[in-house]
T-cell receptor, first 115, second 113 residues
Framework: SAVISQKPSRDICQRGTSLTIQCQVDSQVTMMFWYRQQPGQSLTLIATANQGSEATYESGFVIDKFPISRPNLTFSTLTVSNMSPEDSSIYLC????????????FGDGTRLSIL | KQEVTQIPAALSVPEGENLVLNCSFTDSAIYNLQWFRQDPGKGLTSLLLIQSSQREQTSGRLNASLDKSSGRSTLYIAASQPGDSATYLCVCPSGAGSYQLTFGKGTKLSVIP
C-alpha cells in the first residue's frame, strides 16, 4: 500500500498569512485529493489534484483561497491563503490507484491553527 | 448527491462486549465501501474495504457487511478492547465511478476497561 508523507504535521499561523502543505507518496498514483476536517466534523473534499493541469474544486472551495499544485504523479501541494481563524482545521491528502478493490490511503494530516 | 449517515454518533461499552456500528448511504451505485478508524489528532487508518460484489469482509475481530440494495453497511467488532476506542468512519464513493469520497460523521467508540 502507498505510504504518504505530509508536511508539516502541525502549524500555528498568524491571520492573513499563507501556508503550503506538502504531500509526498512513495509510488506513482493516479489520483490525489485534498480534504479538510473542521473541528468536530467529518472530512469534506476540497479538490482533486490533477497532474499537469488545474485542480478540480468542490462547491464552496476556490482556487484563489486553496491553490493546488501537482507537478508529477507522486507529489502535490495545497496552499491555504490569507488565513483566518475559520481555516483552523486538519488538512489531509489522500491517494487512489484507480482500482476499485484497493483502498484509498490518507496522510496523517496537517493540524492548522490560526491565531 | 451521496449522503452517508452513521448511527449511533457515540457509543460506550464495557470491555469484552461485541458491538455493531451502522452506516446507511443514499446512492447505491457504489463500487466499494470503506471503513476507517481515526484516533484523536491523527490521520485515517483503513480497516476494511468491501467491493460492491461482496457481502462482507473480515479482518481479525472486525467484520463489515454490505447490502447495496438497502443502502446499508455494518461494522461488527467482536470482544471489544480499550485499544478499539476511536472514531469509526463509513466512507462511500461520491457517485457512480467516482474516486472522490463522501464521509459519514462517524461513531465515537469508547471501550471501558
Amino acid at each position: 500500500s502507498a505510504v504518504i508523507s505530509q508536511k508539516p504535521s502541525r502549524d500555528i499561523c498568524q491571520r492573513g498569512t499563507s501556508l503550503t502543505i506538502q504531500c509526498q507518496v512513495d509510488s506513482q498514483v493516479t489520483m490525489m485529493f485534498w480534504y479538510r476536517q473542521q473541528p468536530g466534523q467529518s472530512l469534506t473534499l476540497i479538490a482533486t489534484a490533477n497532474q499537469g493541469s488545474e485542480a478540480t474544486y468542490e462547491s464552496g472551495f476556490v482556487i484563489d483561497k486553496f491553490p493546488i499544485s501537482r507537478p508529477n504523479l507522486t507529489f502535490s501541494t495545497l496552499t491555504v491563503s490569507n488565513m483566518s481563524p475559520e481555516d483552523s482545521s486538519i488538512y489531509l491528502c489522500s491517494v487512489a490507484t484507480g482500482v476499485s478493490n484497493q483502498p484509498q490511503h490518507f496522510g496523517d494530516g496537517t493540524r492548522l491553527s490560526i491565531l | 448527491k451521496q449522503e452517508v449517515t452513521q448511527i449511533p454518533a457515540a457509543l460506550s461499552v464495557p470491555e469484552g462486549e461485541n458491538l455493531v456500528l451502522n452506516c446507511s448511504f443514499t446512492d447505491s451505485a457504489i463500487y466499494n465501501l470503506q471503513w476507517f478508524r481515526q484516533d484523536p489528532g491523527k490521520g485515517l487508518t483503513s480497516l476494511l474495504l468491501i467491493q460492491s460484489s461482496q457481502r462482507e469482509q473480515t479482518s481479525g475481530r472486525l467484520n463489515a457487511s454490505l447490502d447495496k440494495s438497502s443502502g446499508r453497511s455494518t461494522l461488527y467488532i467482536a470482544a471489544s478492547q480499550p485499544g478499539d476506542s476511536a472514531t469509526y468512519l463509513c466512507v462511500c464513493p461520491s457517485g457512480a465511478g467516482s474516486y472522490q469520497l463522501t464521509f459519514g460523521k462517524g461513531t465515537k467508540l469508547s471501550v471501558i476497561p
